[in-house]
């Protein structure tokens, strides 16, 4: 009666605030889930408050508008290229649904984002795991084509990665994409893509609009700060995309999630100034770490991804009595590295402040 390949996953989100439990009211820095320090645009904000009087009715007959928002901010994108969803973990679980079923493989490379995992043995696909580079944390193209046969479906790629914030250049890319089967279809998580300044970074549409079987993921958790608006889209070639759009149910983003989108898209200041705050005070975090002697990754995202001289286990808990909430990033597939949000100054401060007191105890 029941699918045996569905079962209980192990992965879960990171602790939220409420609960945490701090003494005397302190302050408690959220530095565990890559959210925006600066929260949501206010233009995102405002078009939310005006819509609350009217979600008793469906404001929206389909997502056009949004899809026009994004394409007037991507030129290069057309709407045929677009499908939204409720967040990018969704657009993944319809990539999934649509290109998977039992005996299937997909390929990814630990450190990265367990749910992943958790979508592909949903649908009865085989997980295959080719690990990323150990000491640049870099995909291993050659070990990912080696994988490839003719169960494969699915290549995730996580670029920036997630959790370890490194990236891997255009070139091996290219070389990638070049030679995988016109059958397997490259999943390019690009979430972090705004905080990426690299020269050589790739982007997904190098390759879509080369009409290559590739899926670039987007979401507005990250650098438009509406994590808890839960809103994200694909972009994919028209094939793609069009056959995606059968899975999709009707009515699928509600109406608050859909103007903030619009006016997020809207507010370039709002974004400039996010993606200014996370390149300064990642260049004054690495000056601290350095001080400290933080082993850390160059990062090209809005977190930075350490190995404590410490149990991790260990690390983390001694950093939330201190007040800084980090992510440990064991179940990712990284034992002994930690994930920390880039914060304002004053965070970061927090944050230097805690693990000196920790490496350094008087």
Request: with cysteine; aromatic share 10%.
């Amino acid at each position: 009666m029941f699918k045996v390949y569905i079962k209980k996953k192990d992965y879960a989100g990171g602790i939220v605030r409420e609960e945490i439990k701090s003494e005397n009211n302190a302050k408690i820095w959220k530095l565990s889930s890559n959210e925006n320090i600066l929260g949501p645009s206010p233009l995102a904000q405002g078009a939310i408050k005006r819509s609350l009087e009217n979600i008793h009715e469906y404001d929206f007959r389909d997502d056009h508008l949004l899809k026009n928002a994004i394409c007037e901010t991507y030129p290069n994108l057309t709407s045929e290229n677009l499908i939204t969803a409720n967040s990018g973990i969704e657009v993944l679980e319809l990539i999934t649904r649509g290109f998977l079923s039992p005996g299937l493989e997909c390929i990814i490379s630990h450190p990265t984002f367990v749910a992943y995992e958790n979508m592909i043995e949903n649908e009865g696909g085989k997980v295959i795991n080719i690990p990323l580079n150990s000491k640049n944390y870099t995909i291993d193209v050659d070990g990912i084509l080696n994988a490839v046969n003719d169960a494969t479906r699915l290549v995730f790629i996580t670029n920036p990665n997630n959790p370890t914030g490194t990236y891997t250049d255009k070139k091996k890319i290219d070389y990638l994409i070049t030679n995988l089967p016109k059958d397997v279809v490259v999943v390019y998580d690009e979430v972090y893509f705004h905080f990426a300044n690299a020269s050589d970074f790739p982007r997904a549409f190098d390759y879509i609009k080369d009409n290559k079987n590739v899926i670039g993921i987007h979401s507005f958790s990250k650098a438009y700060g509406l994590a808890g608006i839960r809103l994200g889209y694909g972009i994919s070639t028209s094939k793609i995309i069009s056959y995606l759009e059968n899975i999709k149910r009707p009515f699928m983003i509600n109406t608050l999630s859909m103007v903030a989108g619009i006016n997020a898209l809207k507010d370039t200041e709002h974004l400039q100034r996010t993606v200014d705050l996370i390149t300064t005070e990642k260049e004054w975090l690495y000056k601290e770490f350095r001080k400290l002697n933080v082993k850390y990754w160059p990062t090209q995202t809005n977190f930075i991804f350490i190995e404590p001289k410490i149990q991790l286990k260990d690390f983390v808990n001694e950093m939330l009595v201190q007040g800084i909430m980090i992510r440990g990033c064991e179940k990712f597939g990284a034992p002994n590295g930690a994930r920390i949000t880039i914060g304002n100054r004053e965070a970061n401060s927090a944050l230097v402040k805690a693990i000196s007191n920790i490496y350094n105890p008087l």
